[in-house]
């Protein structure tokens, strides 16, 4: 069974910035998608960024286009999503998530994804 581990979140200022991580139990070996999504309080979860290693690929929900960006080390088992120019509405229970397999398209789908970490809370508030 795979397990990913959230880690990074905290109180953060509105114009900050942060960084989440995620440990993968498994290696990320061959072809997968593997993302951010979030959940706010009252609100559907959502997606964040996602990385689709077949296609080479990264997606960005419009809300965080030009001030996030998602990274991998491999050799770490570790995607990392830093976010800057923090606004209150980022304020939400960020999770990781991971499916292996060749997929097309946008990964912005939480329906893409098997594995799913427990989640880290952000909250953006002066």
């Known amino acids: 069974q795979v397990q990913l581990v959230e880690s990074g979140g905290g109180l953060a200022q509105p114009g900050g910035s942060l960084e989440l991580s995620c440990q993968v139990s498994a290696m990320l070996l061959d072809y997968y998608v593997i993302g951010w999504f979030r959940q706010a309080p009252g609100k559907d979860r959502e997606a964040v960024s996602c990385?689709?290693?077949?296609?080479?690929?990264?997606y960005y929900t419009d809300s965080v286009e030009g001030r996030s960006a998602i990274s991998l080390n491999i050799s770490a088992n570790t995607v990392t999503l830093e976010m800057s120019s923090l606004k209150p509405e980022d304020s939400a229970i960020y999770y990781c998530?991971?499916?292996?397999?060749?997929?097309?398209?946008?990964?912005?789908?939480?329906?893409?994804?098997?594995?799913w970490g427990r989640g880290t809370q952000v909250t953006v508030e002066p």
């Open positions: 990385l689709n290693n077949w296609e080479e690929t990264t």
């Open positions: 998530a991971l499916d292996y397999g060749t997929f097309r398209g946008s990964c912005l789908r939480d329906q893409v994804y098997e594995y």
